[in-house]
């Protein structure tokens, strides 16, 4: 690595002005480069400023913060400073039923119709296949234990407060 791009490597965003004109590139980064050759207005760099900040209110604003995780539906990635779980799809749209419906009990055949749009009348496994590997996931790398909760007569609710 360069020792820009060493310096950089954590940045999400870096604005260079390229008073050389040569290309730039910083290969090893997963930074966006906003390059501003000169000569150039003062106005373009306030402007990128600006839309760099709102984007990031934005972006901060859909997390889903709790005591200890964050759970990111963008990336479908719940997290804390060292640990994560990326989850699938599916995974990841139930978990989120069951966020909305935080202290609510769901039943098997509303998160079928919610997820899958599937009719009331079919009976599938496919919701605990889905549950098990969600709970896989969580206990295994996250090392949390019943976070997804499943009462017989009740459906399924969900613990936030193990998060």
Do not use: C
Request: net charge positive.
């Amino acid at each position: 690595l360069s020792d820009i791009e060493k310096k950089f490597k954590n940045l999400k965003k870096i604005f260079l002005f390229n008073y050389l004109n040569k290309k730039v590139s910083l290969t090893n980064s997963k930074a966006e480069l906003i390059i501003f050759d000169l000569p150039f207005k003062f106005s373009d760099i306030i402007s990128a400023i600006n839309n760099t900040i709102l984007h990031s209110r934005a972006y901060e604003e859909k997390l889903i913060k709790f005591n200890n995780f964050v759970y990111d539906p963008r990336l479908r990635k719940l997290y804390d400073k060292v640990l994560s779980i990326r989850f699938t799809e599916k995974e990841a749209q139930i978990f989120q039923y069951l966020l909305q419906n935080k202290n609510t009990n769901i039943r098997k055949k509303k998160l079928l119709n919610e997820v899958w749009k599937y009719d009331e009348s079919i009976d599938t496994h496919t919701l605990e296949t889905h549950i098990y590997s969600i709970r896989k996931k969580i206990d295994t790398k996250l090392k949390i234990r019943n976070l997804i909760v499943f009462e017989e007569d009740r459906g399924y609710s969900i613990n936030l407060s193990l998060l």
